[in-house]
């Protein structure tokens, strides 16, 4: 149980399109997903936490208005990078839970701005 | 949430167990000890979690010391796909929607 998934596992778009990322927790209900972003050679780091029905709470430093996230129903969330830039070239990984156990994590999305 | 520290990277031997050290010296009284790895280019995988008891599951056991100052995971039987970056992070809680923050990790290599 506790299955998260993410699509696409990859994408490639041009400097300033926007690009969208969606998590779905498959077989149970996410009140919260959080996303992470991960550069090379690096750790995960947390971008924002998803709240079904409310407004996404990002960590310092992210520009919510560059990374738009709805969080539209209980099993399903997106991560919208809007005019991206090379520098958004990366890995974002989401991840939920549901009320009984940890955190799961999807497989992730590896972006690439040219 | 209480900071962790792990070394850097270790090495084991196919077959043999690997203990994956961390301190959490700064560990609260309500903070669990979870354990996750990471793939090469995959998402994070939750291998084990515990409070205070050592715990044991299909994948691994954790071994928390008496003071909760530090624990070990444990690989049984090595094999080449255990080789990741394997995190502890130490966190409040076990319901609620609490984040959890990465450290660097250690990075794992099983050798044949």
């Known amino acids: 149980g506790a299955v998260v998934s993410q699509h696409p596992s990859w994408v490639i778009c041009k400097s300033g399109t926007s690009v969208k990322i969606e998590c779905r927790s498959l077989?149970?209900?996410?009140?919260?997903m959080f996303w992470y972003r991960q550069f090379p050679k690096q750790s995960l780091m947390l971008m924002a936490t998803?709240?079904?029905?409310?407004?996404?709470?990002?960590e310092q430093g992210v520009e919510k208005d560059k990374f738009l996230i709805n969080h539209a129903s209980l099993t399903l969330s997106t991560l919208t990078v809007t005019s991206a830039h090379p520098e958004d070239s990366s890995f974002y990984i989401c991840?939920?839970?549901?009320?009984?156990?940890?955190?799961?994590f999807g497989n992730g999305t590896r972006l690439t701005v040219t | 949430d209480a900071k962790t520290t792990q070394p850097p990277s270790m090495d084991c031997a196919e077959g043999r167990a690997a203990n994956l050290p961390c301190n959490h010296s700064?560990?609260?009284?309500?903070?669990?000890v979870y354990w996750y790895r990471q793939i090469h280019s995959q998402g994070p995988q939750y291998i084990i979690h515990?409070?205070?008891n050592n715990e044991t599951n299909e994948m691994a056991s954790l071994i928390i010391t008496e003071d909760r100052k530090s624990s070990t995971l444990i690989l049984p039987h090595a094999t080449l796909r255990d080789t990741a970056v394997y995190y502890c992070?130490?966190?409040?809680?076990?319901?609620?929607?609490?984040?959890?923050?990465f450290g660097q990790g250690t990075r794992l290599t099983i050798n044949p």
């Open positions: 700064t560990i609260s009284g309500n903070e669990y």
């Open positions: 998803s709240n079904e029905g409310s407004k996404a709470t990002y």
């Open positions: 077989d149970f209900q996410a009140t919260t």
């Open positions: 991840s939920a839970r549901d009320r009984v156990s940890p955190l799961h």
């Open positions: 992070i130490v966190r409040a809680g076990i319901q609620g929607a609490q984040k959890l923050v």
């Open positions: 515990g409070l205070k």
